[in-house]
């Protein structure tokens, strides 16, 4: 393994290192430009045999107040599970 190499293996471990899952979420709203950013870094995530079988929607305003109301209830009602 080069300095380079040593480097980004490094880099790497430092970042799956810090990665944590926050459920705790927060009123203000994310911006757009972000929002897509994220979405364009996770695009390049690995998938099995490159299936990439996932889809992302974004929702906000009275969209997002409904599905806050719908969720729980439809989960409780065993209509459908959360991830």
Not at 12 to 39: C, M, T, W, Y
Not at 46 to 55: E, G, K
Not at 58 to 80: A, F, H, Q, S, Y
């Amino acid at each position: 393994m080069n300095l380079e190499q040593a480097t980004l293996a490094e880099c790497f471990d430092a970042v799956v290192n810090q990665r944590r899952s926050v459920r705790g979420f927060l009123k203000q709203p994310v911006a757009r430009e972000q929002i897509e950013h994220i979405f364009s870094l996770a695009a390049r995530a690995p998938s099995n045999c490159n299936t990439q079988p996932w889809a992302t929607h974004v929702v906000g305003g009275e969209k997002l107040e409904r599905l806050r109301d719908i969720l729980p209830v439809n989960t409780l009602r065993g209509r459908m599970t959360l991830d």
